[in-house]
């Protein structure tokens, strides 16, 4: 089981998963991100961060909807290569 966060995070960047998260496994760089990304590899599927989501945005990779699906590869992208996965999001999300 892996957290995604999906579409509903892009450009209402509220910061209250990073807040809760116990193992700071959620980021972004300020100014350069349009959404928060989480690493997969680091976090402990403690469930905080999507109750505490006021956008919806977080959820377990087996409950995505097939639209949001390529948010899976989006997070996992951004921890090799951010700016892949910059590209990918305003790909999606044309400004």
């Not at 989480?38 to 999507?50: L, N, P, R, S, V």
Request: aromatic share 8%.
């Amino acid at each position: 089981m892996t957290y995604v966060i999906a579409a509903p995070c892009v450009d209402h960047n509220d910061q209250s998963c990073v807040d809760v998260c116990p193992v700071d496994c959620i980021t972004a760089e300020p100014g350069a991100d349009r959404k928060f990304y989480i690493d997969a590899d680091a976090c402990i599927e403690c469930g905080q961060c999507a109750r505490v989501c006021p956008n919806e945005a977080i959820l377990v990779d087996r409950e995505l909807p097939a639209e949001w699906a390529i948010y899976t590869a989006i997070d996992a992208a951004w921890y090799r290569d951010p700016d892949v996965a910059r590209r990918q999001v305003d790909a999606l999300h044309p400004a």
